[in-house]
């Protein structure tokens, strides 16, 4: 499946991190969005994991950020960030939570 390619995917990514001593953060775009059900949950808590020993930046769709995956992130976070586009479509504006 999707989330099973994602995950071996993260797997090697920290592994090379690991063995190339390259300590960057790590950027994921839409990290659980092609998991579902009890997988997204799953993923969510492995990434909560990874967190703990290396600096994730993750961003979310709004349908993707629900309301179990926010109880896994919001207490671990370090900071959130919510991109709203503007009135005029053409702007974006932050709004730190």
């Known amino acids: 499946s999707a989330a099973?390619?994602?995950?071996?995917?993260?797997?090697?990514?920290?592994?090379?991190?690991?063995?190339?001593?390259?300590?960057?953060?790590?950027?994921?775009?839409?990290?659980?969005?092609?998991?579902?059900?009890e997988n997204r949950a799953n993923f969510a808590q492995?990434?909560?994991?990874?967190s703990k020993g290396k600096q994730l930046i993750l961003t979310f769709t709004p349908d993707e950020y629900s309301e179990a995956i926010a109880s896994v992130f919001d207490s671990i976070a370090a900071s959130y960030t919510r991109l709203v586009l503007g009135s005029d479509e053409r702007s974006v504006e932050a709004i730190r939570g």
């Open 4 to 37: 099973e390619r994602a995950l071996l995917a993260l797997s090697f990514t920290l592994a090379m991190h690991e063995v190339s001593g390259f300590d960057a953060p790590l950027f994921i775009d839409t990290p659980i969005a092609r998991a579902s059900g």
């Open 46 to 50: 492995t990434l909560a994991e990874v």
